[in-house]
């Protein structure tokens, strides 16, 4: 059934307090590493290029649906890719000077902010075309199958992305298939300025972008992207499915992304800070987006372990405290590094 | 008369133009008129004026099969690289419909689409990826360098009976220059001389006229008359008006952002090579790109991109100078 949500009636284990503690100290990563990128636009201008886009907002999605994988599995993501391999591990440092431009980063200055990789963590990339990392997921997938080691391949991408022929055709063939795939939809209710509703005809049609898998005759499942521990539960199941040769999944995840899709467009000269948030610029719906600050995820995950009493105020403060210091040490790496070789640029044209 | 508006605005001003001129003319595409505040939108109505989906093989093919029942769609594609995804539209479709059809059949269209934003938007997103789509026939390509080119040329891009590729380049988005007043149609096939000179003859193309044209500068304080040619279509491509040039000067020396074996560069020195060869007194010259992707750190993008220096270096081989510095 497209709708249903599996987790109902068969959620797996619980999460044990470790765990719980562990994922919002990832979300809090995120979340911190992500507002020291948005405030190097006024910090430090011009040493952020091109464009960036965050993920702050759907930090409980990624984090929920990375807790879930086994070591040997492997993520393929968008151009907002920056919260996954801090979930997965990946050192802060080489991911701050990579997004800064610098030679110690990530890939050495040469991708950017939207072209992040950690193949040994199992991070493969993605593409800053939408949606076209998704068929590049479903060949790991059919390598995965192929290989027998029971490893699946969790493939991220947002609500605009399910309007391209590639996924469309990715997820027939996964379906056919029977690919050890998760298709994981941050939907964020956006694509840039546009509203799902002016452009996705399930939306139009008050239906959920799940109902898309129906279509592939795979399962489908909406989940409420703000809670983690529902998240985790959704991909544990779909990726049990995927491990088990049952098939793929199309997860739509509900986020909402608390700032604008990206920094300002601008040619050289003009500053790139952060527009207002989609919602108060272009459709002038302050009450919306004011509305989704008091739901964010990351507060609510703290409010929620805290009360329960799985994490103490006290070591919440200590995991927020290590997380800024952490973020502080990635931009002070970052700042330092020196710039990459010129000729670097004709290195790695062809392998 | 004229006005100073910058080069995106000069392309709006195009567009709505004809759009009041011609009902036929439809305007779409994605991340556009989501506002009831959006004035095309306003002005023109839902009919003509529509948001799309991230659907660019739709979007393309949609402008194609409306413009075969009569309308004059322009579709705003962003960035070059978009329409990549669905090339088969762009080269293999609506450009073959007037010749398989023996002319029944005609598909008036603008696919818009913005080049090299070599800005730091690394290696997907600053392609100049034109060079690609000179050789297709059926399609116009139109690549214009100032706000008055980018007007006249849109203007018959929209007047035009064939599918149109319409490169608008992002690092001028901002640049301001005058545009006449009123009705401004810039011819197909015509190019423009930039900056007369005697000595040597520079052709660019789209952003890279920016380049030639502050080269030229530099050159002129040293007393070398460099003439600045910019095609502003290349295709079709007007090869006569680049020949006339190196038959005065007998030297040329082309600049492209594009590598060197997809530039309209290398395309340009082939027929100056067969038609033109005994007017030149040095080899032609191409000052391209390197042959890399473009990475995102600065460093490495400008390492790999032409600029006024290396076309500078260009022209002093060509005319056998002394360097500046020396
Ligand atoms: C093929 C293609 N068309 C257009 C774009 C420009 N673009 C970049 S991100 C984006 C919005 C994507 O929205 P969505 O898939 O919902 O992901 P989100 O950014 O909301 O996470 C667009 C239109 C692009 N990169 N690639
Ligand atoms: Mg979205």
Known sequence: MANANPTDGSAPAALGAERLAWMYTQMYRIREF???????????????????????????SIVGSVAALAPDDQIVTTYRCHGYPIALGTDMKLMMAEIYGKATGLCGGLGGSMHLYDVARGFLGGSGIVAQAIPHATGAAWAAQIRRRGQVVVCFFGDGASKQGAFHESLNIASVWKLPIVYVMENNHYQASTRTDQEDANAAHGEPLSTKAKAYSMEGVTVDG????????????????????????????LV?????????????????????????AIFGNRDEYEAALRGDPVPRFRHQLVTEGTLSAADADAIEQAAREEVDEAQRFALDSPWPAPDSGLDYVYA | MSHVIPYIAAIQEAIREEMERDDRVLYFGQNMATSPEDPFLKQFGPDRVRVTPISETAEIGIATGAAVAGYRPVVELYMAEFLLVATDQVVNEGTRFHFMSKGQVSVPMVMVAGYGFTAGWAGQHTGSIYGMFMGVPGLKV??????????????????????????????????????????????FGVADVKRAGSDLTLVATGYAVRTALGAAESLARRGVSVEVIDPRT???????????SVARTGHLVLVDQATRHSSVAAVIAAEVAELGFSSLEAPISLVTALDSSIAYSKPVEEFVLPDEHKVVKAVEESLGLAPASA
């Open chain 1, 34 to 60: 992500e507002e020291r990128v948005k405030s190097t636009f006024t910090e430090h201008p011009g040493i952020l290029r091109g464009h960036t886009h965050l993920a702050d907002g759907a930090e409980a």
């Open chain 1, 226 to 253: 703000a809670d983690p521990v529902a998240v985790h539960a959704t991909l544990a199941d779909a990726l049990a499915r995927a491990r088990s040769g049952t098939g793929p999944t199309l997860v739509e995840s």
């Open chain 1, 256 to 280: 909402y992304r608390l700032s604008a899709h990206g920094n300002l467009i601008a040619p050289p000269g003009v500053p790139l800070n952060y527009p207002e948030h989609e919602a108060i």
């Open chain 2, 234 to 244: 290349i295709a079709p491509l007007d090869v006569d008006t680049i020949l006339s």
């Open chain 2, 142 to 187: 139109a690549l214009p360098s100032t706000p008055a080119d980018a007007k006249g040329l849109m203007t018959t891009a929209i007047r035009d009976d064939n599918p149109v590729l319409f490169f608008q380049n992002y690092l001028l988005l901002l640049d301001e220059g005058e545009v006449p007043d009123g009705e401004h149609a810039v011819p």
